[in-house]
């Protein structure tokens, strides 16, 4: 063999290893590209997941946090119109007249009375003659034996009965705040209802 076809022979097993090389570097390349192109995707569906769960969970928390929102301006709406029910029933009842004052009284000590012989101590509302008047017609219509106290209590309308230690107090003071919590969880209970 010549020299000119040793260079050819080695040219061309030099051609042939490059493409080999080239072959297998294109191989390994595309194995390269296709491995990366799958981490890539996975990581694509892994902070895609990710994302839709902080997407889900930020929806979830401001949409608690909208119906949060939503009870808390309800219940102040509820609390006020409860305020200014009771506020209109107190005004109610202390400005009512006198005669009706009366009837409603006796009636309530009528109601209370657990000896029809207590000492009644009336409000502010109304004179002495007035209160005496009261009791004489008590003490006609369940023929008992109360007396008007000479003290007057701290309250605008209402009366406290009292016999040695015990007092029950009748007085629109502690009516609405007796009242108020009982009439209140039923108007809830109300509302939660409906």
Same mark, same amino acid.
Not at 36 to 49: I, L, T
Not at 119 to 135: C, L, M, N, Q, T
């Given at each position: 063999m010549s020299v000119e076809g040793i260079i050819n022979r080695i040219f061309a097993d030099a051609q042939e290893e490059a493409g080999s090389i080239i072959h297998g570097a294109e191989k390994e390349a595309g194995a390269l590209e296709k &491995?990366?192109? =799958? @981490?890539?995707? &996975?990581? !694509? &569906? =892994? =902070? /895609?997941? #990710?994302?839709? &769960?902080?997407?889900r969970r930020e929806k979830e928390r401001a949409v608690l946090n909208k119906r949060?929102?939503? *009870?808390?301006?309800?219940?102040?709406? *509820?609390?006020?119109?409860?305020? *200014?029910? !009771?506020?209109?029933? !107190? @005004? /109610?009842?202390?400005? #009512?007249?006198l005669e009706e004052y009366k009837g409603l009284v006796i009636k309530l000590i009528t109601k209370v009375s657990r000896t029809n012989d207590e @000492?009644? $101590?009336?409000?502010?509302?109304?004179?002495?003659?007035? !209160? @005496?008047? $009261?009791?004489a017609e008590l003490n006609k219509k369940t023929k008992g034996k109360y007396s008007l106290s000479k003290k007057r209590g701290d309250f605008p309308w209402g009366f406290i009965l009292k016999k040695e230690k015990v007092e029950i107090n009748m007085s629109i003071d502690s009516l609405f705040k007796y009242k108020r919590t009982e009439l209140e969880r039923k108007v809830w209970e109300i509302f939660n209802a409906g």
């Open positions: &491995e990366g192109m =799958r @981490e890539a995707d &996975e990581y !694509f &569906e =892994r =902070r /895609k997941s #990710q994302l839709d &769960e902080h997407y949060l929102d939503q *009870r808390k301006n309800m219940l102040q709406a *509820r609390q006020k119109w409860m305020d *200014r029910a !009771f506020s209109d029933a !107190f @005004e /109610k009842l202390t400005g #009512q007249p @000492e009644v $101590i009336f409000g502010k509302k109304g004179d002495a003659k007035f !209160f @005496e008047r $009261i009791v």
